[in-house]
């Protein structure tokens, strides 16, 4: 005999767990499915980063802030690219969202909130994440919800994949076809189903097809492979965000057999490190100024390079003498990475034999070198850039391989204001929703990196769902 639930959360993630915690605080028999052997998600690998307006943080530092101050600067950062109604539905209850997590015992770092750190800036200090990054949100939300597991509120199935939505005549769902690790099948029925089940970006194919290019970095959570997309889809769902597909401003990966990991973190914030170095892309060329303030303006400008590729070029002399450029590597270590044949640590004599090894048009190469020594001696860079402090001019010379990419979704599901699964006509399907990743960063964060609008909203939306929204 088939048991019904009020309720049943695919994904247990940073979603699917207030989901399945605030219905079951409301008395609702929830089924938390979850793919992966363990709770939290993608909050395994995040960075955790949460912005809200007017919190109890904010208020007992001093800081005046607003829900409308905070969707001002996302539409801002965004180029009014986000999705204006989810970015209201977010902004206007993250407060009461990270003053709860709060009282469950988050804590953020003791100088945030902060106005930004990676991402374009807030012109408020609205920006917090703790010290164990995604872990610090996982630890608090998990507990939680496993206590509700085993006061018999949750039934929690892991190592479960949803594979199948049960669509009824009328095109309603009633529920989800899951199956275990044996291969065995099992057909659950519920009032309501919500989708949290995250991105694809851990599945190849899939973000090649909805992003445009190649999933290159080995980062994102290996569960994220679209599963929800999928599922959203045969209930009569629809995507959207294609055209705020994203991409950072490149990382430095380690091969060719992509996607593949991270080499090591290259400082290319100026607010950090100023440059010493050039930033060519495949012609050769310039494209960026490199001490440019703003990351959504170098983001912008890499997303228009060949391949969304580009290289940092240096001499001698500068590697001798700059800051180090890579995150916690001393200058020995660059050094002898540079002589381990390594394709992302690129080295030669002469700037043509270094152009021929990096793939970049030598003449196009010469002449930006020419150029920006130029802009050395006379103070008058063509791109206006400020710092100047060495030409590159006395071999070798070396080139670090950069490449842009994304470890989050751009593309999701739409949904309406209340998070119901909508069809192209607006309609929306009865008895499905969906939170969390699965929307796709384009409707939250449009096409930049707004800071703390995927983990804030995910975290919301099932707040909000689990508390008001799902019907029981």
Request: with cysteine.
């Amino acid at each position: 005999m088939l048991e019904n639930w009020d309720v049943i959360v695919v994904g247990g993630g940073s979603s699917g767990l207030p989901t399945a915690f605030f219905a079951a605080a409301r008395g609702a028999r929830v089924l938390l499915i979850d793919h992966a052997p363990q709770l939290g998600g993608t909050l395994w690998v995040a960075s955790g980063q949460m912005s809200a307006a007017g919190t109890r943080l904010q208020q007992r530092k001093g800081i005046e802030d607003s829900a409308d101050a905070h969707y001002d600067d996302v539409m801002r950062i965004s180029r009014g690219s986000a999705d204006p109604q989810l970015v209201r539905l977010a902004v206007d209850n993250a407060a009461s969202t990270f003053d709860w997590l709060e009282d469950q015992g988050f804590r953020a770092l003791p100088d945030h909130p902060v106005e930004g750190n990676a991402h374009e800036p807030y012109q408020q200090s609205r920006y917090y994440w703790g010290e164990q990054g995604g872990h610090s949100v996982k630890d608090v939300l998990v507990p939680l919800v496993m206590q509700q597991v085993q006061a018999g509120r949750i039934t929690l199935k892991l190592e479960h994949e949803v594979t199948e939505l049960l669509i009824t005549d009328d095109g309603a769902v009633a529920g989800v076809v899951a199956r275990d690790q044996s291969g065995a099948t099992s057909r659950f029925l519920a009032r309501s189903t919500a989708l949290t089940c995250g991105g694809y970006a851990a599945n190849p194919e899939l973000f090649e097809q909805l992003n445009g290019y190649p999933q290159y970095t080995a980062q994102p959570y290996p569960y994220a492979r679209g599963a929800g997309i999928r599922l959203g889809m045969s209930a009569g769902g629809y995507l959207r965000g294609q055209q705020n597909v994203y991409n950072n401003f490149g990382s430095l990966l380690d091969g060719d057999q992509f996607p593949c990991p991270l080499a090591a973190r290259v400082v290319t914030y100026p607010e950090m490190r100023q440059p010493w170095e050039i930033y060519v892309n495949a012609r050769g060329n310039r494209f960026v100024r490199e001490d440019m303030p703003s990351i959504d303006a170098r983001e912008m400008a890499l997303s228009m390079q060949p391949a969304r590729r580009f290289w940092i070029i240096f001499d001698q002399h500068i590697l001798d003498t700059a800051p180090p450029i890579l995150l916690n590597w001393d200058r020995e270590q660059l050094r002898e990475a540079f002589t381990q044949g390594r394709p992302s640590f690129l080295s030669a004599g002469n700037l043509a034999e270094l152009a021929a090894l990096a793939g970049i048009d030598a003449a196009g190469l010469a002449s930006s070198v020419e150029g920006y020594n130029y802009g050395v001696q006379t103070r008058n860079d063509f791109l206006g850039r400020q710092h100047l402090p060495s030409s590159i001019g006395n071999g070798p010379f070396y080139a670090l391989r950069m490449q842009g990419s994304a470890t989050s979704s751009a593309v999701g599901l739409a949904v309406n204001n209340t998070l119901q699964v909508i069809r192209t006509d607006g309609s929306a399907i009865p008895n499905l929703y969906a939170a969390g990743e699965l929307l796709g960063a384009g409707q939250t964060m449009g096409k930049a990196a707004c800071g703390g609008m995927m983990v804030t909203p995910a975290l919301t939306f099932g707040r909000l769902l689990g508390e008001r929204l799902l019907p029981l």
